[in-house]
């Protein structure tokens, strides 16, 4: 696996918000479709906090995903804070590569907490 970046989730947000006519198609109702659930579950994915979770559809948090399966996700393993921007890659044998990682919380507890509802607007309002 490489190793990921590490951004702030601002920075997050921000990349999130300046792609978004790139990854407008995405679905944020959570749920591993089939493909993944046959084909993905146990994947590990490496995460920014130091620890490599696996995908478990029905326990790993989907924040968004493409709809049309190209294999680009944002996902959190639920005990962690960390949230991974993760493409599938490979052609016979497919991985998770997480492209990079950000902590939804940082030291300033304000800060924090407005770069998360930011992160909750762009999901929410399907702008990405």
């Known amino acids: 696996m490489k190793k ?19 990854v ?5 109702d959570g749920k591993a479709g089939w493909n993944l659930k046959l084909n993905y579950k146990n994947k590990p994915f490496e995460c920014g906090c130091g620890e ?5 559809p029905d326990h ?19 005990s ?3 949230i991974c921007y993760i493409e599938i890659v490979g052609i016979f044998v497919s991985n998770f590569e997480t492209i990079f990682s950000a902590n939804k919380f940082s030291s300033d507890p304000k800060k924090s907490y407005n770069n ?10 399907k702008k990405i």
């Open 4 to 22: 990921s970046k590490i951004i702030s989730l601002e920075k997050f947000n921000d990349w999130l918000d300046k792609n978004r006519e790139y």
């Open 60 to 78: 790993t948090k989907i924040w968004w995903r493409r709809t049309l399966t190209d294999g680009k996700m944002i996902l959190q393993e639920p």
């Open 116 to 125: 998360y509802l930011n992160f909750m607007i762009l999901i929410e309002n």
């Open 80 to 82: 962690c804070t960390y």
């Open 24 to 28: 407008n198609l995405g679905s944020t």
């Open 52 to 56: 490599v979770h696996k995908f478990i």
